[in-house]
């Protein structure tokens, strides 16, 4: 049986009442599989003695005698004190509302002694153990076994359970239970890795040998986790592999390789390019021109820290598909940004003959119903714009790639839906957030990446200023500076309008001190998600001609915004954003010739996460190492993309910590599905079994 077939409910346990089972039922645990997974928070070690006189190297762990037994007065409740020895000190215990162990540690006899000691009021005190009795009997009758020379675990607990009741009924269930379970990592794994089996793995969790077999025991367990998540994805993977058969290899047949090659019509676009594309852009092209060699569908992401270039290289994989006779389509998550792609494509594309459409949720009616008939029809080879491009209306006459700006920004269900605007599209997604190596393996895991790890030459970094709220004027004087010198700057606030109730300054409010009071000279407009998309159009077209010297924003501008001559943004109460968005905001300026800065305004009182966050900022302009801090401050479940994607709640493991484990796991179960994918050995039976279950990505990936 498989852990998660222990469905049997707890009175099958020998010696379990009605009231713990009320007691564990209420903690959530209602049958054998959830007693065996409550896995321990924590051990304790009683193996190791620690005599008294030791006290300070860890917890004691002793065989001592009692001495005396004493009365003293705290708070106005008699509290007992037990004076008691070992052969190298003596100690006091105190019995904070313990007065029955008067009776239970009786003066005279000996008792082993476990708890922290610490000194105070000139002894050696504790007020939290526990104590044994040494008898012959406990030693032989094994009736009650004795906790010392044991480590033990210790339980998160909740109202209702003790220690003592979760360690008695999981060692029953062990007893009862453990010897059916089967493996869910084939025995060649196992053995090959020195892993413990699945009953033994448990076995070790709940009540270790020693701490070596505790850790051997973890590391089971988190293999196996890990290698059931890749077992998902490497199936997702060759799922896609799979539909080789059903289709013919459109490209040239290039050898593989790295050797850098562009096909024809995407040469016609370098060439006319004012500058060259860095190595990384040159790479990433060649990958997604050989993947679309292929005769299965390409699942790419580009990874590129903000303004490495990406949108250009998605412009050449789109003359690529569109050579090849297909239509592509390129979404992003904002009109904004789906605005600026397609004026950037209007300007590079369509001198190659390629035919364009700009489709958003704003475009209306007529407009409208003529661009879909000729998408339909074939008229359009390649169309930007948002979340629209897959509405229930919109039809593709050959939809042969889909890009994804940004594409942290939409769930699993949106990508699936513009991926069946077509059939098996090639997928190119974009991400300036980027992900962590080891978190792109596991839920990403069946995309290839490419990744641009350079920004274009000349780029200057961006210097950062941290200012207190009370020197903002200094930051004002300074971006007046940069405005007489011809430049352009972004001011970021977290709110649009006042709020009453929180002192924080708002975009709409600053944005008239700042064109009245501290920019008179120059033009300050404001741009947030709350105006209508002609209006936030005609600003930033403004803004990108230079019109507009000073752009009062919310977040809004936080993604793709491309302004190479803005070269300020001062963000206030820069504590109240994530690190995410503070790099994306950060990544506006430093776009262009010029030197850049951003000035993180912070209010005065800081809390300890704002502070980390904002020195991360300070110290670091690498997305990655920000993102990898990110991680450290927020844990995996809050990176970007990783709610939407349905990611696995793993147990003990941590795919940062475990990184090398999981990228074991990774190629152990591609392989074994590689060699059999068909999964009819006996010794996949398990793995058959556990793929079964529900996917937690969804059936059919992204
Ligand atoms: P991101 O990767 O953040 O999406 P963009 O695609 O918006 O970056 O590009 C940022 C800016 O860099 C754009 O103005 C683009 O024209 C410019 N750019 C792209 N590639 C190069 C290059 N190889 N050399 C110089 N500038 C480039
Ligand atoms: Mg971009």
Known sequence: MFLRELT?????????????????????????????????RDWEDRTKLVPLKDFKLGTVCTEIRVVAHDWFNAGGSKTLKIFVEDETARGVLICFNRSFMDKQLLVGNQYRLWGNFHYRFGEIQCASFDTEAVTKQTESTGAKQSSFGRILPIYP??????????????????????????????????????????????????????????????????????????????????????????????????PAGKKIYFSEIQKRLVERLPFELTLGQQEAVTDLNRDMDRPYPMARLLQGDVGSGKTLVSFLAVLRTVELGGQAG???????????????????????????AFLTGNIKASGRAA??????????????????????DVGYKNLRLVVIDEQHRFGVVQRQAILAKGEHPHLLMMSATPIPRTLALTVFGDLEISLIRELPPGRKPVRTHLARESNEAKVYDFVRNELSGGRQAYFVYPLIEADINRSLKDAETMAERLAVEIFPHFTVALIHSKLDEEEKRKIMEYFRKGEIQVLVATSVVEVGVDVPNASCMVI???ERFGLAALHQLRGRVGRGKHQSYCFLVYSDALTEDGKTRLKVMLENSDGFVIAEEDLKLRGPGHIAGIEQSGYLVLGLADPIRDAERLEQARADAFSMLERDPELTQPEHQCVAQALTRQSPFGSSGF
């Open 330 to 356: 390129i979404m992003a998550p904002t009109e904004l940004l789906a605005r600026q792609h397609a004026e950037n494509a209007a300007r590079l594309l369509e001198p190659l003959g390629i035919r364009l």
């Open 371 to 392: 661009l879909l008939k000729s998408l339909l029809a074939g008229e359009i080879d390649a169309v930007v714009g948002t979340h629209a491009l897959f509405s229930r």
């Open 157 to 254: 607990l909740s109202t209702g359970l003790s220690q003592g009741m979760l360690r008695k009924f999981i060692q029953q269930a062990l007893t009862q239970y453990a010897g059916n379970l089967e493996n869910e990592v084939p025995e060649y794994i196992l053995s090959r890795l020195k892993l413990l089996s699945k009953a033994e793995s448990l076995r070790a969790l709940h009540f270790p040998k020693s701490l070596q077999e505790l850790e051997i025991a973890k590391q089971s367990l988190i293999y196996e986790e890990l290698f059931y998540l890749e077992t998902l994805v490497a199936r997702r993977g060759l799922e896609r592999r799979g539909l080789a058969a059903k289709f013919q290899p459109s490209g040239t047949g290039e």
């Open 8 to 40: 049997m409910t707890l009175d099958h346990i020998k010696g379990a009442g009605p009231a713990s089972i009320q007691a564990l039922t209420n903690a959530g645990i209602t049958n054998v599989a959830g007693l065996f997974s409550r896995y321990p």
């Open 572 to 574: 206030e109460h820069a």
